[in-house]
């Protein structure tokens, strides 16, 4: 269990929802937050205050006193620039000023869209070697101003770590959703049980200094590889494999989307011609 307490923006999301009740259920103290109200019953030894990132002396005041920041708030998927901008970009500086001021760690829920014009594997080789595949090295190539936004994001981590000692943990989030629905999703699924184990890992690890970790289940069709998971002792248990048989015809027609990582995103207003 952390000292201290542990903040989640976007605690009112899809994925805030799920770590809130999972970390309050291995007994962590939680300080939740979001734009909206938190839609369920206040897990055991958490509180709830709604803030707006774009509000900066709102996230020192949420921060204080909290060892980690798990940082789930924003814009979650493709909209215009001028939409992203506040929630992610100035959001995001807030975010880092509070965890600096606090000496606390933030793990930052990154996107796969960092990265989604990155191909997908020309013949999906289930049985590839893992150096094979895509490391978390690899050059950002954004599919859009969200993707565009956590590689921003990342790149905060980075100079923050650099210059201030700021640890964070940048999680690459495939597809978290209780199950896969197409065929990228058997390269892209994280299991809601991943991700919470994931998530305690990184707060509960001793030293991290700036890690990137992709964040997918164990899934054999995955289009990542190397990244810096042994630093907080991580390891995926589900598979998106059990569901081939399930999803794996469900396909766009859309060349565009199925030739990159990020898929849809990636073909969104896509004019760059054949
Ligand atoms: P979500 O859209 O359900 O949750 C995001 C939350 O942020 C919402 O509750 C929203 O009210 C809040 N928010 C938006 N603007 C805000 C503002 N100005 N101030 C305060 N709060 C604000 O998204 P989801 O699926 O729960 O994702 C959580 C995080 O994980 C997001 O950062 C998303 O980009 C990231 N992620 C999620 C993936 C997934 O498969 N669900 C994949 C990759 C990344
Ligand atoms: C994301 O970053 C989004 O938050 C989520 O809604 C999905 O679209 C996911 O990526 C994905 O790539 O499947």
């Known amino acids: ?49 709604r803030a707006d990132l774009n509000d900066g002396v709102e996230l020192l005041r949420l921060a204080e006193g909290c060892g980690a920041i798990l ?6 998927v493709e909209r215009p620039f001028e939409t992203v901008m506040g ?9 880092y000023e509070a965890a600096r001021r606090e000496g606390a760690r933030v793990l930052f829920a990154s996107s796969n869209h960092s990265i989604g014009f990155h191909e997908r594997p020309k013949v999906p080789d289930r049985s590839q070697a893992n150096e094979a595949k895509l490391g978390a090295d690899c050059a950002f190539r954004p599919d ?9 994001g990342e790149l905060m981590g980075r100079l923050y770590w650099d210059k201030h000692g700021v640890e964070n943990v940048n999680c690459r989030i495939g597809s978290c959703f209780p199950k896969p629905v197409n065929a990228r999703m058997l390269s892209t699924w ?28 164990d899934n054999p069709a995955s289009f990542w590889g190397q990244d810096h998971r042994d630093r907080i002792g991580w390891q995926p248990e589900d598979s998106a494999e059990a569901y ?31």
């Open 87 to 95: 929630p992610n970009l100035r959001g995001l500086y807030h975010v």
């Open 190 to 217: 994280l299991s809601y049980n991943d991700l919470t184990r994931l998530v305690a890992a990184a707060v509960l690890a001793p030293r991290t200094g700036h890690c990137v970790i992709w964040a997918c289940s």
């Open 1 to 49: 269990i952390p000292a201290k307490p542990v903040l989640l923006t976007g605690a009112a999301g899809n994925l805030g929802r799920v770590l809130a009740a999972g970390l309050a259920e291995r007994g962590w103290t939680l300080r939740l937050t979001d734009i909206a109200p938190f839609p369920d019953p206040l897990p055991p030894r958490a509180s709830f205050r």
């Open 244 to 274: 081939r048989a399930e999803v794996g015809h469900v396909v766009s027609g859309d060349p565009v989307e199925e030739r990159y990582q990020g898929g849809s995103y990636a073909s969104m207003a896509y004019s760059r011609g054949a």
């Open 144 to 152: 859009g101003y969200y993707g565009l936004s956590k590689a921003y």
């Open 71 to 76: 940082h789930f708030g924003g814009i979650s």
